[in-house]
């Protein structure tokens, strides 16, 4: 059984704002280098992912000082732990962009951030393994630190040039890719239904194909080979999953975890920007403005609910928020 009050679901998952900002920075960086896109786009979302994930870490950090254990507290929370791992998650994508500015020490950030996700991985690994968790606690999330957020640090290691390092990191997460993706997977169908704050984690299905593309993609410039194309097959049919997903989204009353969805559905327009600028499809650049306009209008939709419901919180409480994805699908 899940507890009615996630100790630290609230403050982790205020980091799925900076997480997808930084994502979203990742298309319209994609989109500079393929489409000819403009620079501010990319350097107004990293900007505003900076900013908040340094008063939200702040903050974080604060709040653990005034209480002790507060953060292995909530890395050993069931529900809340694998969403601690956005905090050196985001940290990678930041300083993995500005190390094109800050040479060398944007290199040497961007190892620390990624070496602090290890930490955090190999604690929640540790205390999985040791019956630290249920099977019928287990949610899609637990694939965010071990999955995406291990080829997030490949992308980060072929940012610095560091090529063997990218593909071990690639390597992790293409095995708990399948040993973790597996455990979730039979919890999901044999399990029962998930609760509510765990529906928003099955986005996970689609930020890991999504991160694993990008990954092997800028660690392997040049033509697409089977590897890609296999990656991208999972990508599809993860993206069509999605969409049969949205009857259950669109159900779900809107809260800050909707930010959550922010990054697989940037993660994977940024991808489909590199992989549009490979092949020779007619109007490609066409498609491409289009999948990243329509990430950026999700993020905004988001961000603009997520504004709504902080100036009205009264009001968004005596009445069901519906979903941003009630506008979508039939």
């Not at 249920?134 to 999955?147: A, D, K, R, T």
């Not at 509510?196 to 410039?221: C, D, E, F, Q």
Request: proline share 8%; charged share 10%; aromatic share 12%.
């Amino acid at each position: 059984m899940y507890p009615a009050t996630p100790s630290g679901m609230p403050a982790l998952s205020r980091f799925g704002i900076p997480l997808g900002l930084a994502g979203l920075g990742g298309g319209w960086s994609a989109a500079r280098s393929s489409l000819g896109s403009p620079m501010w786009p990319e350097e107004i979302l990293y900007g505003a992912a900076s900013s908040l994930w340094l008063v939200l870490t702040a903050v974080y950090v604060f709040r653990g000082l005034r209480r002790r254990g507060a953060f292995r507290a909530d890395l050993r929370h069931e529900l809340a732990g694998p969403f601690a791992s956005f905090i050196p998650l985001v940290g990678i994508l930041l300083s993995s962009h500005y190390s094109q500015y800050l040479p060398p020490w944007g290199a040497w950030l961007c190892t620390a951030f990624i070496a602090a996700l290890a930490i955090v991985a190999a604690q929640l690994l540790a205390h999985w393994v040791t019956g630290g968790v249920s099977m019928q606690s287990i949610h899609p999330g637990y694939l965010l630190p071990v999955v995406p957020g291990f080829f997030v640090a490949s992308i980060g290691f072929s940012t610095v040039h560091a090529h063997s390092a990218a593909m071990a990191a690639f390597g992790i997460g293409a095995f708990f890719w399948l040993v973790i993706g597996t455990v979730v997977t039979v919890r999901l169908m044999t399990g029962g239904e998930l609760p509510p704050a765990a529906k928003i984690g099955l986005s996970a299905y689609l930020a890991a194909p999504a991160t694993a593309n990008i990954a092997w993609m800028v660690s392997h410039p040049g033509p697409v080979g089977g590897v890609q194309l296999g990656l991208t097959g999972v990508l599809l049919i993860m993206a069509l999953m999605q969409v049969m997903l949205l009857p259950e989204y669109r159900r779900l009353p809107f809260t800050q975890m909707f930010w959550v969805f922010t990054f697989p559905v940037a993660a994977t327009s940024n991808y489909a920007i590199r992989w549009l600028a490979t092949t020779d499809i007619p109007d490609r650049e066409i498609y491409a403005w289009t999948v990243l306009g329509l990430a950026t209008a999700f993020t905004l939709l988001i961000a603009a609910r997520t504004a709504l419901t902080a100036i009205s919180p009264k009001s968004a409480a005596g009445k069901q928020v519906r979903s941003p994805l009630s506008s979508v699908g039939p």
